[in-house]
Nanobody
Framework: QVRVVESGGGLVQPGGSLRLSCAASGSIFSIYGTGWYRQAPGKQRELVATITSAGTTNYADSVKGRFTISRDNAKNTVYLQMNSLKPEDTAVYYC??????????????WGQGTQVTVSS
């Protein structure tokens, strides 16, 4: 079984920073890529940032220059450093891991989400 767990969310004032972590564990053969998504009240879930197994990153325009996605392959963990946070960043943040559980079986695994609230 594969488990994906996010952590690091919380309440922060505008202009502040948070660092989210996403740890994957269990029967993992290989990780293809990971991504951070978020969903604010009344809005659809949107892509925030991705990182591939090759280290290629991609960001939503709304977070470019403020957020940084990174990984620690040895720990099967991906991070999202969020700086200069704005109230509009308030959302539940989800981690999705695209991985191979065996050499023949690949799929997406989602974490339960972590709440980020940016408010004064």
């Amino acid at each position: 079984q594969v488990r994906v767990v996010e952590s690091g969310g919380g309440l922060v004032q505008p202009g502040g920073s948070l660092r989210l972590s996403c740890a994957a564990s269990g029967s993992i053969f290989s990780i293809y890529g990971t991504g951070w998504y978020r969903q604010a009240p009344g809005k659809q879930r949107e892509l925030v940032a991705t990182i591939t197994s090759a280290g290629t990153t991609n960001y939503a325009d709304s977070v470019k220059g403020r957020f940084t996605i990174s990984r620690d392959n040895a720990k099967n963990t991906v991070y999202l450093q969020m700086n200069s946070l704005k109230p509009e960043d308030t959302a539940v943040y989800y981690c999705k891991v695209d991985l191979w559980v065996t050499s023949l079986a690949r799929g997406d695994y989602w974490g339960q989400g972590t709440q980020v609230t940016v408010s004064s």
